[in-house]
């Protein structure tokens, strides 16, 4: 998947927070508020006796753009660190999805035959349907779901980017 988008280039930032009512809402809305587009958003509480929160986010933007969405995320009071990974060094994004795609015959060994390309495992399995959850980078869970449309995709069900720096030190 290329870091290039229509709208610029394609930023993976990593937001500590205190976990507290409002503090997601007030990320969302400095987006919202200046018009940033955010592709992906996962939040999960990683030091619950810190009461410490992880926000991960994609965007796009010019190099301007992304810096002045750095800044602006630093300004606010329940933020302790923002890291654009991106840019710090090497780093390691994984996405999951859950892929329900109805079929019989020969859509549906096709599926199957195309999700063991791409490791994806069944999870769920009717006579008429199977759930896949895939694991990996964004653009190959695109290309998964690309290939399951026309073998009767019925939904999509994804997590959005988790990404972590490499290396010893922690965020």
Known sequence: MSNQ?????????????????????RVIGLFSGRGYNIES?????TDPAGGLSRIT????????????IKAQLSRLVPVHKVSDLTKEG???DREMALIKVRGSGDKRVEALRIADIFRA????STNESFVFEIVGKTGKL???VKLMQPLGLVDVARTGVAA???????L
């Open 90 to 92: 090497a780093y390691v």
């Open 164 to 170: 972590i720096a490499r290396g010893a030190e922690g």
């Open 57 to 68: 986010i994609v965007t796009s933007g010019t190099p301007q753009i992304v810096e002045q």
């Open 121 to 124: 495992r069944v999870v769920d």
């Open 41 to 45: 958003l996962t939040v999960a509480e």
């Open 5 to 25: 988008t229509d709208n610029g280039e394609r930023h993976t930032i990593a937001v500590l927070v205190d976990n507290e009512p409002g503090v997601l809402a």
């Open 142 to 144: 695109d290309a998964f």
